[in-house]
């Protein structure tokens, strides 16, 4: 028998958006910081709801997660499945899901203590892979990814009861103002966009492409916006920003020669696990959101080059 709960993030069950305060902690470990992050790097993603490390990985290590990436990227077998992402118009890959169930060398990676370290102190305790994927954000036909919440989806979508999960974005190449980095709302991760709409069944075969639903309205970006202003991070690849499952997000298209690769884990804790989702529809398939495998992740130390090279 299915448990069911109250449903503290209502959204797209009215005709306008609401704005509503947050009631879940952002940092859940009170404790001193993990080993590889700072008391002040704590703070300022508890008031940001995002966190860049720079040079998280090595340069070696970078080239041989990009080397990875491209294979998978160029794979009959995966740009045939279910879980590859095409843009809207170009037909060029935009995003691949499930990527550490297909790759050992990103398995390992979502493993990372260097990532894991810093998902346990957040999410105050054991964690596991929500969603992964890589981000291809090619150069001259890379599309934009509109203003949302991911919890916002997560919730009403996939059944997340709470805000207990994170993002963290390995960059495999140099972000620059102009290719399209991701913008952030910081400090809006502490109020819960509730957005109009009904979600329709099958929703994620479109929304992945280009998300309607779930996303703020015009006023209500503008009123975040003056609030609080927006960030445009800009790290160079083996940077990885962390950010809270609730910050207001999105980014520009690329016009420019310059791609943007990322690879992307979704750590949820694992006293968080997905429910019915709230929509009253059947969940997302597991490639986008895992229900299946809830098993505590436990931290590894990877040699990724001698790995792609064997």
């Known amino acids: 028998m299915t448990t069911v709960l109250e449903d503290l993030y209502p959204s797209r069950v009215g005709g306008v958006c609401e704005l509503h305060e947050r009631t879940d902690p952002v940092v859940y470990t009170k404790g001193p910081p993990a080993r590889g992050l700072t008391a002040d790097q704590a703070k300022q993603f508890d008031r940001d709801g995002f966190l860049v490390l720079e040079g998280l990985l090595s340069d070696e290590e970078v080239e041989a997660l990009e080397t990875e990436v491209q294979r998978l990227a160029t794979s009959k077998a995966v740009l045939e499945s279910e879980s590859a992402i095409t843009e809207p118009t170009s037909g060029a890959l935009r995003s691949l899901f499930y990527v550490h169930m297909v790759s050992k060398v990103l398995d390992l990676l979502s493993r990372d203590r260097r990532l894991l370290d810093v998902a346990t102190h957040i999410l105050g305790g054991e964690v596991y892979i929500h969603q992964s994927r890589i981000n291809l954000k090619p150069g001259f036909a890379g599309k934009e990814f509109y203003w949302h919440s991911d919890f916002e989806t997560w919730h009403v979508e996939d059944g997340l009861p709470r805000m207990r999960a994170l993002s963290a974005s390995v960059?495999?190449?140099?972000?620059?103002?102009?290719?399209?980095?991701?913008?952030?709302?910081?400090?809006?991760?502490?109020?819960?966009?509730?957005?109009?709409?009904e979600t329709p069944a099958d929703n994620y075969k479109t929304s992945l492409r280009r998300q309607d639903l779930g996303v703020p309205d015009d006023a209500t970006l503008t009123r975040l916006v003056e609030e609080h202003g927006i960030a445009a991070p800009i790290p160079k690849a083996g940077s990885v920003l962390f950010f809270d499952s609730n910050a207001m997000h999105g980014s520009n298209g690329n016009?420019?020669?310059?791609?943007?690769?990322?690879?992307?884990?979704?750590?949820?804790?694992?006293?968080?696990?997905?429910?019915?989702?709230?929509?009253?529809?059947?969940?997302?398939?597991?490639?986008?959101?895992?229900?299946?495998?809830?098993?505590?992740?436990?931290?590894?130390?990877?040699?990724?080059?001698?790995?792609?090279?064997?």
């Open 171 to 197: 960059l495999l190449t140099d972000n620059y103002p102009f290719n399209g980095p991701l913008m952030l709302i910081p400090g809006a991760h502490r109020t819960y966009v509730a957005c109009p709409g």
């Open 255 to 310: 016009i420019t020669p310059y791609p943007r690769h990322n690879v992307f884990f979704v750590y949820n804790s694992v006293e968080n696990t997905p429910q019915d989702p709230f929509s009253g529809l059947p969940p997302r398939p597991d490639f986008i959101a895992n229900r299946s495998d809830f098993t505590p992740l436990a931290p590894e130390t990877p040699d990724y080059p001698s790995l792609v090279i064997s």
